[in-house]
């Protein structure tokens, strides 16, 4: 197994470029299979969570290739509609297969997606979209079993009870070649639904309101192929902008939304870095000390809890105490414990947790079970007195791709190597 050998002190300077959203990506990639004919989409990290995504598009027998960061996917020919546990259990985001297959097929047969290490992440939204959208949904042997009725899938008004980006995705893919019209109220307004919406739009899909908390989908007779072009993924741009950050670095940021990033700007700003926009690039300057702040996470465009790992990283080197809320998944805070075994200051209490900053952590073995969680990892490590082990690191593999050459590229001093065991 891979670990993360980093010696902190060194502070960030140069330039790179942020590579393409893996949340975006994933939905696309399954949105492929409800397209007759190939499909090429740019922009698309090197990653394991994107290999999973494309193993489990094979298995139902689409065709896929993928090169310098383009995916071409044709699914004219799809052979099966059952995901298998083995694949979907790599990954939750497999689930994202049910809405298209059944709009395509009218027919599939889905694991249910396994625990996590913050959980529980149920997908009860999910089945009940497609329920309402017509389709008999039962569960045998750990699978999800759905059939769309006679005729297809028909339009439907959907409010969730629950903002999900995945629920919100899913039914999008499901409804976008259903009859008539379907409404989705409290719909996801992530960045990473309006990509996918926008490409379905771009293959002939009608839908109107993606951004919004409601969407309508028109339902077509069929998509055409399409090329597209991925947005960037902006959980790394803030990964990548906190590290500099925490070291007190400046460096250049190519290819970045702004337009995606106010609130991670915003609590930036008020950490003390500064931030010069220009276009599709910034240059960031971290602080000689960063200043604590408060952070609570919501939905888009409130604080993705996908930065709250790394941000508390931040915290745990500030002046001063920050309390940070998690209200998408009140457990995931299984940095906590390995941030603290680098010396940070936590108390932790059910989904809030108070971070006092300290002058120096000091390096120590650190694992994690999850992937933003061993990113935080890499933060501390960053600025750790000594020299800090990050184990386990394919948990970053799944969303970060060559995390350790990018931060040496900008002056880290990080490398890689794999450890015996098991
Ligand atoms: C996506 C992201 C993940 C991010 C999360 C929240 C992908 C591949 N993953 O996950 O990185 O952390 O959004 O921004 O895009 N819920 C239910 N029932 C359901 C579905 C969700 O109760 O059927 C709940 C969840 O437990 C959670 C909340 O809804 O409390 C939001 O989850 P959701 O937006 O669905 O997350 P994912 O799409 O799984």
Redesign the pocket.
Known sequence: MDAFRIRGGRTLGGSTTVGGS??AA??ILAAALLIPGRIFLRRVPHLR?VVTMQRVLEHLGVVAGYEDHCFQVDATELTSHEAPWDMVRRM??SIYVLGPLLARLGKARVSLPGGCAWG????????RGMELLGAKVSLDQGYVVAEAPKGGLRGAHISFD??????T?NVMMAAVLAKGRTVIENA?R?P?ITALADFLIAAGAKIEGHGTTTIAIDGVEGLHPVEFENIPDR?ETGTIMAAIAITGGRAHLEGVRPDQMAIVFDRLHDMGVGIEVEGRSLEVQGPERLRAIDLTTQ??PGF???LQAIFMALLCVADGTGVVKET??SDRFSHVPELQRLGANIKLDGPVARVTGVPKLTGAHVLSTDLRASCAMVLGGLVAEGETIVHRVYHIDRGYERIEERLSTLGAEIDRFTEEGP
């Open positions: 893996k949340n994933l939905p969570d939750r985001a529980p992440r149920p997908v009860d939204l999910h089945l629950v903002s999900s980006v995945g629920a995705g996801a992530e990473e959980i939905v888009y993705p809890t996908d998408i998944y």
